[in-house]
C-alpha cells in the first residue's frame, strides 16, 4: 500500500505545517499590530531524539523547557531588563509534531525539509525570528540552511558544546547529532564557525576543524581565550549572527540532564558573559540536548536550558 | 485584535483537527487494507495538565509513555499473547497539540470540545477505537462524552483511582480533575460506573456517589470485594464497557509518577487481576495521571503506565 | 559550674514543661468548650534519634510528618469518614524540644522523664490522648509508662514492626531503639504485647518474648495469621490499647525513608485492615523511625507515617 | 471563644520566650564563667517558611543544618583555624518554636516580634551575638530590626542572594520573603546595603533598589567588581556589619537544596572570599532559605548551609 | 602474536583458578575441621554482564550485595534461626575475575568453561555447595551444567523471574541471558523445570516451553497456582534442587535495582513463602541480575538481593 | 587452627600475586612487542575502604571506574589527543582481590605488603608505570612505597583533596586514610610534598605539615596561588613525580560520589589546568576516594574519577 502510505505522509506533514504556519502567522500578527518590535524570537520546539549515538531522551525537552520558562519559580525579567511577557520580545510557534510524523515512516530527508520548511514559514512572519527548542544536535543543520537560505546569504556561527559535532559520518548516519557541523559548513551556510567548550575531540573532529577553517576554542585554553571571547564581534558583511548552545557546554556539574558527561566544561555565568558582550545581529538560535530522564528529580537542569532560551531571547529580540 | 485572535484559534484548532483526522484516517485505511480486524486500538494522546488541583505534571506524559512502550527493554507482546507490534492491535493517532492550542487563549469548553472531536474523528475510522493517554483525569469526561455520543448511547464504566473525582466543583472549576465523573454521570453517559480502589474520599464524594448512584468499592473492603471484582460482567444492554484507569489507583510504593501519595492502594497484578477477567465489549479506555516530575531517576512509572496502555490495548483490540 | 549547668538544665526543661502544658491546656478547653468529645487525639512530636543503633535522621521526622498531614495534595478526611479539621477529633500540642534540653548535657533518664511528663500534661486535659510522632523507637517506653501510670494499670499492645525491640541490652545502652518493649515489659505497663510483622529477629530476640510472654507473630506465618490478626480484640479488663507502629513493618518497597531495610514486610493496606477491624478503647500511639534522610525526592514516605497518624487518630476520637 | 485563644496565644508565646531566655542565660553565664570572649557567636534556629512565594520547604531546615554542623564526616576546625567546639567560638540557643506559635493562630506582627524579642533575649547575654538559621528570607526583617534596636543605630548590611527581596509588597504579603529588606530600609535600620549575587530582579527591584540607595552588584558584573567585593570595609561609622545569606546566591549546581533555580550563581569559594576579606565588626547574621526537600538523597546542601554558619561563626567570634 | 596472548591467556585463568581452589580448599577445611556440617553454603561471585539485551550494570552486583550482606543495619540470623557467621552455614570462596580474563580477549566458550571450572572447584570440597551471586543470567546455564555433571546426573531446577528466558538465540549470541534455560534443557541438565513470576513471554518462549515439557506458572494465574507453589517437593530420583532467582521475578516496586521493569511481579513475601515450604534437597543456586546502577540512593535492592542471598543459604545448609 | 588459617593465607595470597604478575608480564610483553613506548599506563584496582573514617563505600569504586573509562558515551581520547585504545598509552593489569584476603582474616601489614608487591610486579614489566584506582585514601602508602624502593629513592609527589591525610593516628588506626601521607613523610619516600585543595585542616594537620615540610597551598589563598601551581616544575633530582588525587579535593557540586562533603573546593578545569601544565617525569599516580554509593542516579562522579584516569595516563605515558 505505498500509494495509501505516501498519500497518508503527504496529508499527514501538510497538516503539521499548516499548524505552525496558521501559528506563526497569528503570532506575527499580533506582534505587528502592537508595533515597535524590530525582532521578536519566536519560540519552535522540535523533539527529534533519534540521531543521538547514546542516549534518546532529548526528544522529550520541548515541554520541560518550556515549563520551566514560565514556572512560578522565577519572575519572568531577563537578566537585562527585558520583560518575556511581551509578546513582541518572545513568541511561541509550538512544537513540530516529529513523532507523528516520523511514526509514519517519513525518512529523515523528508523530516529535516519540515524542519527546515517550518523555520521558514516562522521567518516569513516578520519581525518573527527563530528559537529553536531541541532535541538532539541534529536538527541545529536544518535550521541554519533555512535560516540561510531565507536571508540569502551565509551567517557566523557562536557553537557552544563540549563535542565539536563535525564528524563526516557517525555510525554510518548523515543526519548524526555528531556531524550537524559538517553538514553546515558543506552547505555554506556559515562563514566563520566558532566553537567554544570543546573538551572531547579526537583526531577526526581536529581534521575536519582546518578542512572547513573553523575556530576551535578548547577547554584546555579558556582561560586564556577568555578575555577574547567576552569581547566578540561577529556577523558583519554576513547575514548575521547564529549561536547554537548545547547544554552539555556546561560542566555536568551545573547540568545534570544531557546524555553525555563531559567533566571539565563551562560554568552557566562563563556562557552569560560570551553572550552578554557578544556584538552582532542575532539572527536565529538553538538550545540542544537537554535530557529530562538525565535530570535530577526536580528538573533542575530544565531550568538551565530554559534560561538560556530566556537570555538568548532578550539578545535576538530589539 | 479579537477577531484577528478569534480568527487565528479557529484556524489553529482546524489544523490541529486535520493533524488528528489525517493520522486516524491513514490508520484506519492501513488497518482496513490489512483486514481481519473488528477492533483496533488507536492511542490518542491528550497532554492536558492544567486542571489539576496540585501538580501540573501529567501534561509531559504522553511522549514518556509512548517512549516507554516501545523501549527496548521490553518485548512487544501482552501477558495474553497479543502482538502489539501489528497495526490491527495498536495503531497510533498521535497527540492532540494541547499547549498550542491553549496557548492561543483557547478557553476551556472549547478545547474540551477539540477533544472530544478528535475522539469522534478517530472512532469514525471502523475499526479504531480510541485509548487516550493523559493528561490529568479532566479529559475522561471529553472522551466519554464522544464515545457515548458516537455510539449513540451510555456505556458501563469502570473506574480504578484513589479519588472519587466526582465533586460538583473542586476550586470553582468545572472541568476540575476532580469533578470529571460528576460531569460524566449529570451528562447521561453512563448507565453504571463502578469506582475501585477509591481511598481518599469526604462526605461530598459520597453523597455524589449516592446521588449519581456510583458503585464506590473502598480500599478499606477490597479484599472482601476481590472475588466479585475479579469477575465482572459490564455492557450488556449499553454501548459496551469504557475503562478509566487513573495510575494513582496504585499504591505509591508500586508507582511514585503521580502528584498524589494516597498510601494503602491497589497493586498492578490486581488491577491486571480485574482487567483480564472482565467480561464485556471495551469500547474506549484512558490512562491519566502520570506524572513524569515525579517519576524515579529513570522513568519507572512510565513503564507502569505503558503496561497499562498495552494491556488494554490486548483487551480492546480483536 | 556543675550547679550553673544545674540550674540551667531545671529552667530549660521547666521552659519546655511550661511550653508543653499551656498548649494543652489551651487545645483541651478548645476542645471541652466545643464539646461533644469523649477521645480528642493529640500530636505530641518527640524528635529524638541518638538511641538509634544505625542511623540518626529519625530526629528530623515530626515537622515533615505534620507537614505531610495537611499537605494541600490530599483532602482532611480520614478513609471511615472521619474530619481531621475538627480539633475535637485531631489537636496539635507541638514538639517537646529534645536537641535544646539533650544539649544542655541533660542524660537520658532526665530526659525520657521530660517525655512521661509531657504525655501526661497531655493526658490531664480531658478529653486529650496522645499521639506520639518520634523519632527512634526508644521513645515507646517513656510514652507506654506515662500512659499506664496515668491510667493507673496496665495496657494491651499491638506493636508493629520488622524488628521485636526486646534486646535486653543493645550496644550496652539501656534506651536502646531495640530494647524499649523489654523496658516496657520489666515495668508491668502491659498485660498482652502482640508483635505483628517480625521477620528480623535472633535467638536472644525470641529468649526475651518467651520470658515476657509476649506474642510474636513472624511474617513467615503472616498469610496464616491474617484471619486471626484482623479480627483482634483487645484491652478488656486493663486499661485499654495502645498501638506502637514502626514504619519498617512495611516492606521498603512501600516506605523507603527509614534506616533499616527488611525486605519481606507488610504491606500498607495489611496494616489500616488490622486497624479497621480492631476493637477495643485506643488510649494512646506512636508513629517512630520514619528517617527523612533515607526518603526518596519528594518525601513519600513522610505520607506514610502521615497517614498512619491520620488513620490511628480516627481510630482513638470519639 | 477569643478571650480563651487569646490568653492562651499568650501564654504560648511567654513560654516560648522564656525557653530561649533561659537557654541564652545558661550559654551566656557558661561563656561568661569561661571568660576571654569579647564576641560568641549564638545559634538560633527560626523555622518559618509560610511567607515562601512557591515552596515552604525552608521552615523544615534548622534541624537539618544543625546535624550537618557536627555529623561525623567533617572536623570541628573552621578554614581559619577556630574551635567550634569552644562554646565561647559557638554556643546554641536552640529554635524559636515557630509552627506551635503560628498553629495557634497568632497573626504574621505577633510572631514576627517574637522572633526580634528571641533575638534581643540572646543579645542581652553579653558576649552572644545572634547567627540565626531560617526558615525562608522573612526572618531577616524582624531580625536586623532586633539588632539595630538593641545596639541603638543602623547596621551596614552585606546581602548575599539570587534576589534583592526589595518589592514593596509581593502577592499582598507585607512580611514576603521577597520584601524582607523593603522592611528593613524603610525602617532605617541600615545605613549601607550592599546586594551580591543578583540574577534574577525586574524593574521594580531596580527601582526600590534606587529609591532606598542600595548598591546592587549583579552577576552580569560580577567578574569587574569581584576585586572591590574582595576587599570590603564595612560598619564604620554605624554600629557594625550584618550579614545575610540566602542559599541561592550560590549557582544551583553548588545548592540544589532550594526552592529557586536561579543558573548562573556564584560558587561557594567566591562568597568565602568575600567573607575572608571583609573587615567589620560584624554584630548579626543569618542563613535562610535552605530547602531539605529539594536537597540530594544525602543533605548536601545542607552541608552547604552549614559551612556558611560556620565559617560566619569563625568571623563573628573574637 | 597469537601465541603470546595465548600463553598469557593461559597462565591468567590458571592464576584465576588457583586463587578460586585455594580459597575453596581452605574454606572446606575449616569447615571440615569444625565438624558436624552435612552442608555449607559456599558464596561464589560472577561479576559478568556482557550477555545482556538491555544494560550491562549487573557484572557490577557481587561487592554490592556482600557488602549489603554484613552491612550494620540488620542483624545475622536468618527467618528461621540459621546463624549466618557460622562458617559452617555460610562461607565465601570470593568472585572470579572475569573482567580480568575478558580483558584478555578470551571468548565466551573458555569463559564459561572457568565459571564451571570454579563451580567444581567448590564442589569438590565437601560439604560446600555453590551459591552464585550474578551477574546477568547467561551464568545460570555453566553453573547449572558443573552441578549435573559434578553429581552425576540431573536435578529439578526452580527459576524464578519476570521472563523465560529460553529463546533458542537472543541477538544472535549463544550464551544471551535471555537463552540459559534453553542451554540447560538441551544438555538434559534439568529433569522438571518450574519458571514462577513469568509476565513477559512470546509465542517462541511458550513453543520452547512446550518443546522442552517446561512447566511455566505465569503471573497471570498466580492467584490460583499460589496454593501449589506454596507447597512444592522436587529433586526426588534425581540428584536434588536447584534454584535460580533473577531479582525481577519481583515487582519493580519491591526491586528498582534491575535492568528490566516487568510490573505485576512478585512480592518479597511471595518468594520466600515458596522457598520456605519447598521440601527437596538444594544442592545449588543463584541470584542474578541485580543492576547496582538502577539502584536507589542508598542500595536498597542490595538488600534485598542479600536477602535471597541469606535465605537460600538457610535453606541449602544443613 | 591456625597453621591451617596461615598456610590457607599464604596460598591465597601467592595465588593474587601470581594473577596480577602474569597480567602485568602479558601486558608487559604485548607493549614491547608493538614498541615504541618510553612509558605505559598500568591500571590497578585496589578496592579497599575499611580505612575509612566515615562511609566504607570507595572499596566499591574500581569496576564503575573502569566501566566510566570505556562507557559508550564518550570517545577514547584524551584532551591532548593521546588514543586510549593503543596498549602503549593504556593498559590495564586488573584487581588486587583484597576483598578475598581480608576475608581471610590477614592483618593490614600483610595486606599493604600485598599492595606494594602487586606495585612492584607491575613495575617489573618494563616500561609499565602504575596508575592505581583506589579504594580509599590509606592506599597511597603502600604504593608510593613501592614505586620509590623501586626507583631507588624519594618522588616528588603533588597532592589534590581536601584534607592533608597527614594525622599520626587517626582513631587509632595506623593505616587510617587519615594518616596516609604522614606514613609517606616518616618513610622518606617523598622530597617535597605538595597538598592543594586543602580546606578542612585542624592544628594538628598544620603542625604535621610543619614537621614534615609539606607546602599546604589551601583553598582560602587559591586564588593568589593560581599563578604558581598552573607552572608547577617537580621530580629534577629525585626519581620522578607522583601524583595522588582524591577525588572530594573537587567542590561536591562537581562530585557527589564521595564520602566527605567539604563546600568551596576545585572545580574539573582548575585541576586540569594543573595537571597539564605541570612539567616533570609522572612515574606514578592514583585516584582514590570515588564512593559510588553516594553518586547520582546515573554514576555522574565515576566519570569524573575515569576522567582523572584517562588525564593522567596521558601525561604518564609517552
Redesign the interface.
Same mark, same amino acid.
Given at each position: +500500500?505505498t500509494s495509501?502510505?505516501e498519500t497518508?505522509?503527504n496529508?499527514?506533514i501538510?497538516? !503539521?505545517l499548516?499548524?505552525i504556519?496558521?501559528?506563526a =502567522?497569528?503570532k506575527g500578527?499580533?506582534v505587528r499590530?502592537i508595533g515597535g518590535a524590530k525582532a521578536t524570537t519566536a519560540l519552535l520546539g522540535v523533539?527529534l531524539g533519534h540521531n543521538s !549515538?547514546?542516549?534518546?531522551g532529548p526528544?522529550?525537552a520541548p515541554?520541560?523547557v518550556?515549563?520551566a520558562i514560565w514556572c512560578?519559580?522565577?519572575?519572568?525579567?531577563t537578566?537585562?531588563?527585558k520583560?518575556l511577557k511581551d509578546p513582541r520580545v518572545l513568541s511561541?510557534v509550538?512544537?513540530i509534531?516529529v513523532?507523528?510524523i516520523r511514526? *509514519?515512516g517519513v525518512d529523515d530527508d523528508r523530516l529535516m525539509k519540515v524542519v527546515s520548511e517550518s523555520v521558514k514559514l516562522v521567518m516569513e512572519e516578520e519581525p518573527l525570528r527563530p528559537l529553536v527548542i531541541g532535541g538532539d544536535h541534529s536538527i541545529s543543520y536544518p535550521v541554519v540552511r533555512a535560516v540561510s537560505e531565507k536571508l540569502g546569504g551565509p551567517v557566523d556561527i557562536l557553537h557552544l558544546d563540549a563535542h565539536p559535532d563535525i564528524y563526516d559520518r557517525f555510525e554510518g548516519n548523515y543526519y548524526s547529532h555528531a556531524s550537524s557541523f559538517a553538514r553546515i559548513m558543506e552547505g555554506g551556510y556559515a562563514r566563520r564557525l566558532l566553537q567554544v567548550g570543546i573538551?572531547?575531540?579526537?583526531?577526526e573532529g581536529?581534521e575536519q576543524g582546518k578542512r572547513f577553517g573553523v575556530e576551535q576554542y578548547?577547554?584546555?585554553t /579558556? !582561560?586564556k581565550d577568555r578575555q577574547m571571547l567576552e569581547n566578540l564581534k561577529l556577523g558583519e558583511g554576513v547575514k548575521g549572527v547564529y549561536i547554537s548552545i548545547d547544554v552539555d557546554c556546561l560542566? +555536568?556539574?551545573?547540568?545534570?540532564g544531557v !546524555?553525555? /558527561?563531559?567533566?571539565?566544561?563551562l560554568? /552557566?555565568?562563563d556562557v552569560?558573559?560570551i553572550l552578554?558582550n557578544l556584538q552582532g545581529d542575532l539572527v536565529g538560535a538553538d538550545v540542544v540536548e537537554y535530557n529530562?530522564?538525565?535530570d535530577?528529580?526536580?528538573? *533542575?537542569t530544565a *531550568?538551565?536550558a530554559a =534560561?538560556f532560551v530566556r537570555e538568548l531571547a532578550a539578545k535576538m529580540s530589539k
Open positions: +500500500p495509501l502510505v497518508g505522509q496529508r499527514v501538510d497538516a !503539521s499548516t499548524l504556519r496558521e501559528r =502567522k497569528l500578527e499580533l499590530l523533539p !549515538s547514546f542516549l534518546e526528544a522529550l515541554p520541560h518550556r515549563e512560578g519559580s522565577t519572575n519572568s525579567t537578566e537585562e531588563g520583560e511561541d509550538g512544537d509534531p513523532q507523528e511514526e *509514519m573538551r572531547s575531540i579526537n583526531k581536529r578548547e577547554m584546555r /579558556f !582561560s560542566d +555536568p556539574g551545573f547540568a545534570h !546524555s553525555h /558527561f563531559e567533566p571539565g566544561g560554568s /552557566f555565568r552569560l558573559n552578554h529530562p530522564q538525565r535530577t528529580a526536580d528538573d *533542575m *531550568m538551565v =534560561k
